[in-house]
C-alpha cells in the first residue's frame, strides 16, 4: 500500500477517489493506476498539491508505516511555534496485522478556523462529502495493492 500512498496528490498519483468529482469542483485530479517510481521517494518538506500548488506538507515519511501530511487553510508551511499555525493533518498508519495483511489506518483533523460559521459550514456540509471521498480512497487503494 505504500507506493500508492507515497505517490498521493495533484499532478501526481491523485487521490484514488471519484476523479469526476473533484473535477466538477476544478481540482484537475486525475489517479493513476500504476505505481510512478519517481514520485517514490516522499520526504518531510514535500509539498503534497490539492490544487494548483497548494496543498499539505510531508511532516513525517517513515516507509513503509507512516506518512504524515500537515497544513494550513492558506497553503503555506506551518511553523514550529505553534498549533495555531497548522489548519489540519492526515495520518496514514500502515502496519501487520495478526493475519499477515496489511492494515491501514487513515485519520484526518481539521483545526477550528475563523469565522465561526464556516466551522458549521465544513462540518455539516464538507464533512459528509470528504467521508464519501476518503471512503473511496482506501477501497481503491486497497483494490490496487492487492492486484498487484
Not at 27 to 50: A, R, T, V
Not at 57 to 68: F, G, M, Q, S
Not at 122 to 130: A, K, S
Request: proline share 6%.
Amino acid at each position: 500500500m505504500w507506493p500508492w500512498l507515497a505517490q498521493i496528490g495533484q499532478g501526481r498519483g491523485g487521490f484514488y477517489s471519484y476523479d469526476w468529482l473533484e473535477n466538477l469542483a476544478g481540482l484537475d485530479i486525475h489517479s493513476s493506476d500504476k505505481i510512478i517510481p519517481e514520485l517514490q521517494n516522499i520526504k518531510p518538506g514535500d509539498l503534497i498539491p490539492f490544487w494548483h500548488g497548494a496543498g499539505v506538507n510531508v511532516v513525517v515519511a517513515e516507509p513503509p508505516h507512516l506518512l504524515v501530511f500537515a497544513g494550513t487553510i492558506n497553503g503555506s508551511k506551518g511553523d514550529a511555534a505553534g498549533a495555531e499555525t497548522v489548519g489540519g493533518t492526515w495520518v496514514f498508519a500502515l502496519g501487520e496485522s495478526k493475519t499477515q495483511v496489511t492494515r491501514m489506518v487513515v485519520r484526518s483533523r481539521v483545526a477550528n478556523f475563523p469565522p465561526v460559521w464556516l466551522n458549521i459550514v465544513f462540518m455539516f456540509m464538507l464533512e459528509p462529502v470528504h467521508f464519501f471521498m476518503k471512503h473511496k480512497m482506501l477501497r481503491r487503494i486497497k483494490e490496487q495493492a492487492e492486484r498487484e
